[in-house]
């Protein structure tokens, strides 16, 4: 039974803390919302949407997330920097300050950033328009990189990144 567990939770992409009730409750979700599902490509677990899934889902996709403790990737091509088009982003309950949102970290080929409060209503915007320009497909679970190593940013520094995601992908 152990080691069934142990086999799921790194399917999920979960640590061994999460408990049996997390990992059923992310994967039925995961079965009943329409537009998701749960796939491996290149040995990483994914969640894949396709264009049924509805972005007003997205508050409780990412209230599950939230609650099972389950961090998660994206690539955002349009968080742009000076060297590459586009950012890896990781989104941890790992480090958070607030019930209210994320930690994350970012980077792209040789570069990456702090440890970053992301609100969930910023998070919920970026996925949103993502989602809409047809940027994002899939969100990543398993081997999702968070560089747990580095020291939170200051309060200011949280704000300016929240405005900056919020100004990328404020939809007109």
Not at 46 to 51: A, C, F, N, T
Not at 78 to 107: F, H, N, R
Not at 119 to 131: R, V
Request: glycine fraction near 6%; charged fraction near 25%.
């Amino acid at each position: 039974m152990k080691k069934a567990l142990h086999i799921i939770l790194a399917f999920l992409g979960l640590n061994s803390c999460t408990d049996q009730n997390s990992i059923d409750k992310l994967t039925q979700y995961i079965k009943e919302v329409k537009g998701l599902t749960l796939i491996e490509k290149n040995e990483e677990k994914y969640i894949q949407l396709s264009d049924d899934f509805s972005v007003n889902e997205l508050p409780n996709l990412l209230n599950v997330l939230k609650e099972t403790k389950t961090k998660f990737e994206i690539y955002d091509e349009l968080y742009g920097s000076s060297s590459d088009p586009g950012a890896y982003i990781c989104y941890s309950q790992e480090k958070v300050k607030s019930d209210s949102g994320w930690s994350m970290t970012l980077g792209n080929h040789g570069w990456s950033g702090g440890i970053y409060q992301i609100s969930d209503s910023t998070i919920l915007i970026q996925l949103s328009d993502l989602i809409k320009k047809h940027k994002l497909k899939e969100i990543q679970l398993t081997n999702a990189v968070f560089f747990a190593h580095y020291d939170s940013e200051k309060s200011e520094s949280n704000n300016e990144m929240n405005t900056r995601i919020r100004t990328i992908h404020c939809t007109k």
